[in-house]
Structures are given as C-alpha cells and as structure tokens.
C-alpha cells in the first residue's frame, strides 16, 4: 500500500465512523418513535384477555371491528360525545386563535404605539409561564363570572396564545413588505382594508402553522378541563380517556376501549398534518432568508 492510499484511508475511517454513529443514533431514534406507535395500532385490534399477554406484537387475536363497537357503546356513547367536544374545542379555537395571533403579531410589527417593546416583552415573558400554573387564576376568574363547568370556560382560554402572537410577529416581518402596505395605503385603501385583503392573504403558511401548533395544544389539552369541568358530557377525549383509564382498574373491560379510543384520538392531528404540511413547511422558513 502506497503511502498516498495510506493517508487516503486514515482520513476515511474518522469520516466512515461519524457516519455510522449518526446513522445508528438515527436508526434508535426512529426505533424510540415508532415502536409505541405499532404497539397503539396492534394492542388496539386485540381482545381484553390478549392484552395481557406476551405477544401483544403478534397479529393473532384480531378484534378490531368489536373494539370500534364496543368503544361508540361504552357508556350510552359518551365517546362519540368526547370526539365532538375536542374538535369543536380544538378545530374552532384554533382557527380564531391563529387570526387572533396573526392580527397581534401583525400589529406588533407594522404599527408604532407606545411601549411597544415592552408590551412585547410581555408577551414573550407570557410563553415562558407552564399552562398548569394558570389553570388555577382561570378557574377563579370562570368561578367569579359564573362560567365554571360550562363549554365556555374551556373555549375562551385557548385562544390566546403568547407563542402564536410571537410567531405571528415573525410570520409579519417575513411574508409583509412594508413597501406593498404603503402602496396599498397611497390607493386608498384603509387599515382593516389593507390587511384583511393585503397582508392577510400574504400571512396564509403562517396562519396555518400557527393554526397547527394551536390545534395540537388544545386537542391535547388536559388539565384546564380537568379544573373546569365536572360534567361528563363537555370533556374532551383526553380527559374522558383518563376517567375511562381509572375506572379500568376495578373494571378491565375498559382496557380495550381506552386503547382504541387513543388510536382514534390521534388520527385528526396526523391528518391535520398531512394536508397541510406544504404550509407548514413553508410557514417554518418564513424569514429564514433575507
């Protein structure tokens, strides 16, 4: 071996290692997600007695379709209940919370009032605050209006989100010219006017990613209902899915229920995301490049 093959190879071997160890920590990654999830999909098709064997991994011991029954039975229904509340909850707060955000962050960009900054700052403190810590300052003012146990003292609190207002701002510097805003305000055109048919329509990929990471925390949203409500028919199915689980260990029939109502709980985020995941692409570089 020629001392250039020599030299060739000793810079090869640190590139082929890196490599390999990137690969594997890939490879451990996509194991760490991936197996939960088959374990939802296979453990949601199995009988109660299956459950609680050794081979829930295996195909045999198919029940899917007396699952799906069972589960829309449970209760008189009360899931089918849950499913609605959480997209009405979900699907609805999120979309008036992403104009909410959008308009915010939008006014925080392009308008110039006093303490602006600072009201942003704010704002940006805001997100760094856990959810579980306001739950108890919302439940008092719910209780002071008299809202507590009602649709309403979920509802209101979700559609404000200090992290949607921040990347509102964001998705205003990067998608708005200040250029097109002055032409369309020289034409005529009034403030509300410019930016519901000018800048709004510019802000589409941020509204939706905003839109997503709403939808993603409110459907998975448990403790806020868990403070407000005492009625059964306004949970959410995060929460009935809890209640479902307590009751599973004096009452096993409950197991496979809970199972396949998670499988079914995460369907309409993964179908959120894959139909608007060109958006959500596209909203994730807005001002990467200037």
């Not at 899931?79 to 925080?108: D, E, H, K, Q, T």
Request: with cysteine; proline share 4%.
């Amino acid at each position: 071996m020629t001392t250039a093959e020599m030299s060739r190879s000793t810079l090869l071997r640190p590139r082929l290692l890196g490599r390999a160890t990137v690969n594997l920590v890939v490879a451990l990654s996509v194991l760490y997600t991936v197996l939960p999830a088959l374990w939802l999909v296979l453990a949601s098709t199995k009988t109660r007695d299956a459950l609680f064997s050794s081979n829930i991994l295996s195909f045999s011991d198919f029940s899917l379709v007396q699952n799906v029954k069972d589960l829309f039975r449970m209760d008189g229904g009360l899931y089918s209940r849950w499913y609605g509340n959480s997209l009405l909850y979900a699907v609805l707060g999120a979309a008036i919370g992403a104009m909410i955000s959008v308009a915010c962050g939008y006014a925080f960009d392009k308008y110039h009032f006093r303490h602006k900054e600072k009201l942003f700052g704010l704002v940006l403190a805001a997100v760094m605050v856990p959810q579980t810590v306001l739950a108890l300052p919302l439940y008092l003012f719910a209780s002071a209006t008299g809202v507590v146990n009602t649709f309403w003292s979920v509802f209101i609190p979700v559609l404000f989100n200090p992290f949607g207002v921040y990347l509102g701002r964001i998705f205003a510097q990067g998608y708005v010219p200040n250029e097109v805003l002055e032409a369309a305000r020289v034409d005529g055109a009034g403030e509300l006017t410019t930016y519901v048919r000018v800048a709004l329509r510019m802000l589409g990929p941020g509204l939706i990613t905003v839109f997503l990471f709403q939808l993603t925390a409110i459907w998975n949203n448990f403790f806020l209902p868990m403070v407000m409500l005492s009625n059964q028919k306004l949970y959410p199915v995060s929460l009935g899915l809890f209640q479902w689980n307590s009751q599973a260990t004096v009452s096993p029939e409950y197991y496979p229920v809970v199972i396949m109502g998670s499988l079914l709980a995460v369907l309409p985020l993964v179908l959120a995301f894959l139909f608007l995941q060109r958006f959500w692409r596209s909203g994730l570089t807005a001002g990467a490049v200037k």
